[in-house]
């Protein structure tokens, strides 16, 4: 049997897409012999050699004997030429949706994690900066710590030399009054 996707095969269709409009040609397919029915007539005497012409000429005239004329035959084709088309644009609405689902709204997400990625640059940048200033204020103070801390061991230093330069000095003059005196 003659599937009406095979009526439309043609090298280089989507699959998928032929199968979708097909099906919708055979939910639609209209009671009687019309162009559906006469096309696959033409179809089955074309696989049995017969040339264009001859396969057109054979099946209309069979088709005459069921009442089917050339103006019924072109008015069933325009049917189902409509349909086609109203199923092309039922597509394109339902693409638009698609896209506006699976492409706008990711735009809209991709815009939104470009927002955030500059708003945290200028964070980082922020605490950068706060860190920097925070290292020279640590590198003041340890320079100013070390500094203390010498000046207080100098102080330190110089006071228990002169401590024990005083010690000294009373040891000696105490060592005095007992021997001199």
């Known amino acids: 049997m003659v599937t009406t996707k095979s009526l439309f095969e043609t090298e280089g269709l989507d699959d998928r897409s032929l199968e979708f409009l097909t099906q ?6 209209l009671p009687g012999f019309d162009y559906l029915e006469f096309k696959r007539a033409i179809v089955q005497l074309k696989a049995l050699n017969q040339d264009e012409a001859t396969a057109y000429k054979s099946a209309f005239t069979t088709a005459s004997t069921l009442g089917l004329t050339k103006e019924k035959l072109i008015e069933t084709a325009g049917y189902y030429r409509n349909l086609v088309e109203k199923e092309q644009a039922h597509f394109a609405q339902a693409l638009e949706n698609q896209s506006n689902v699976k492409v706008a709204s990711r ?7 470009k927002d955030q990625i500059e708003r945290h640059k200028t964070e980082i940048a922020r605490l950068q900066d706060e860190l920097a200033t925070y290292l020279n204020d640590v590198q003041q ?23 024990q330069a005083l010690l000294l000095h009373i040891d000696r003059d105490i060592e005095n009054l007992h021997k001199l005196l």
């Open 24 to 29: 919708s040609i055979e939910r639609n397919n």
């Open 107 to 113: 735009n809209q997400e991709i815009a939104r994690l």
């Open 141 to 163: 103070a340890e320079t100013a710590v070390k500094a203390e801390s010498e000046k207080l061991e100098k102080a330190k230093s110089a006071f228990e030399k002169t401590h």
